[in-house]
Nanobody, 125 residues
Framework: QAQLVESGGGLVLPGGSLRLSCAAS????????VAWFRQAPGKEREFVAA???????YYGDSVKGRFTISRDNAKNTLDLQMNDLKPEDTAVYYC???????????????????WGRGTQVTVSS
C-alpha cells in the first residue's frame, strides 16, 4: 500500500512561483506513473502533469509552459515547479501514483490507485 505526502503549498502573489513536493513510500519508485491533479471549490478534479513510468512527461493545457514536473527515483520524490502563477491556479493540489497505468489513461484521475491528502495553493493579491 503506497502512501503519498504532499508539501510546499501556500499563499503566493500572482506572477509568483511555488514548488510542491510529494514523498512516496513505494519501492521501487521508478516503474510508477506519478502525477499532480488539482481541485478548486465547486469544480472537478483536473489533470495538471504526469511523469509516465520515468519516461515521458505530460501537462494539462492550462499549465503548459508554466509548470514543470520532475522526479527523483533515488529519493522517491515527485516535484512540481509552478511559475507565473495565476489566481485560477488556486486549488488543492494532489499527488497520485499508479504502477499499472497505461499511457492513454495518464490524464484520468479515476485510473490512479494511490493519492495524497493534498496541499492548498492560493494565488491572490
Amino acid at each position: 500500500q503506497a502512501q503519498l505526502v504532499e508539501s510546499g503549498g501556500g499563499l503566493v502573489l500572482p506572477g509568483g512561483s511555488l514548488r510542491l513536493s510529494c514523498a512516496a513510500s513505494v519501492s521501487p519508485f521508478r516503474p510508477y506513473t506519478v502525477a499532480w491533479f488539482r481541485q478548486a471549490p465547486g469544480k472537478e478534479r483536473e489533470f495538471v502533469a504526469a511523469s509516465f513510468r520515468s519516461t515521458n512527461t505530460y501537462y494539462g493545457d492550462s499549465v503548459k509552459g508554466r509548470f514543470t514536473i520532475s522526479r527523483d527515483n533515488a529519493k522517491n520524490t515527485l516535484d512540481l515547479q509552478m511559475n507565473d502563477l495565476k489566481p485560477e491556479d488556486t486549488a488543492v493540489y494532489y499527488c497520485a501514483a499508479d504502477r499499472g497505468l497505461i499511457l492513454s489513461s495518464v490524464r484520468r484521475s479515476d485510473q490512479y490507485d494511490y493519492w495524497g491528502r493534498g496541499t492548498q495553493v492560493t494565488v491572490s493579491s
